[in-house]
């Protein structure tokens, strides 16, 4: 069964901090992969995705993720962190094309001190 | 920007009472899910739907629950006898046809079960 698996629970960092979120998954096929982030208060919205290709992919608001095949995860990036960027960030996973279900890790929790 | 609709955005319901959280999706979108967050928790896949039918569903998704697309445009959760532990951010998510694999949710519908 597909899973995903994210490292951090709760992340304190300072602005202007670099970031780094892990992300593993658990499939063997050909996966889908997405970030999504949830504000204080809203609903998921997706921060970027991974079909195919350049396996750096870069969404919104300067973030960035990593697809690594051989190592089956999926960490996203921020070189520099903003008080704004305070939310929940959760790793997805969808296998192929169709009506897959979309499985999501547990979260991560970012606070970010002005 | 084509959005996912939800309503109630909150409902306060007693144990052992029906609840029918309604969403309206993007329209030419062909599958349909409901997710489920617990507060604190992560993202639950409950039920996917496509084709008028139940093309996949989570051990969650028990006989309390059902959902239907009565008039082509909404699609409809029934918990039909609630519990404390159904209270929960009930997410709608729809997406494109078989090549699109890119949720995009609603703001959700609270429910708090008391």
């Known amino acids: 069964a597909q899973s995903v698996s994210q490292h951090n629970h709760h992340v304190i960092l300072s602005e202007a901090a670099s970031l780094e979120l892990g992300c593993n998954y658990s499939?063997?096929?050909?996966?889908?992969l997405f970030w999504y982030v949830q504000y204080p208060g809203q609903h998921l919205q997706l921060l970027l995705k991974?079909?195919?290709?350049?396996?750096l992919v870069k969404g919104i608001k300067g973030f960035e993720a990593e697809f690594i095949k051989s190592k089956f995860s999926f960490n996203l990036r921020k070189p520099s962190v903003q008080w704004s960027d305070t939310a929940e960030y959760f790793c997805?996973?969808?296998?192929?094309?169709?009506?897959?279900?979309?499985?999501f890790g547990a979260g991560t929790r970012l606070f970010v001190k002005a | 920007e084509p959005e996912v609709t939800q309503t109630p955005s909150h409902q306060v319901t007693q144990m052992g009472q029906e609840v029918i959280l309604r969403c309206v999706p993007i329209?030419?979108?062909?599958?349909f899910y409901w997710y489920r967050q617990i507060l604190g928790q992560k993202v639950e896949f409950l039920v996917s739907?496509?084709?008028?039918?139940?093309?996949?569903k989570s051990e969650i998704f028990d006989d309390q629950f059902s959902v239907e697309r009565p008039d082509g445009s909404n699609f409809t959760l029934k918990i039909r006898s609630t519990k404390l532990e159904d209270s929960a951010m009930y997410f709608c998510?729809?997406?494109?046809?078989?090549?699109?694999?890119?949720?995009?949710f609603g703001a959700g519908s609270r429910l708090t079960v008391l």
């Open positions: 329209s030419n979108h062909l599958y």
């Open positions: 499939y063997g096929g050909t996966v889908n």
């Open positions: 997805a996973v969808n296998r192929g094309t169709g009506g897959f279900k979309t499985i």
């Open positions: 991974y079909f195919s290709g350049d396996p």
């Open positions: 998510a729809s997406k494109g046809g078989a090549g699109a694999n890119v949720l995009t």
């Open positions: 739907f496509y084709n008028n039918e139940i093309s996949e």
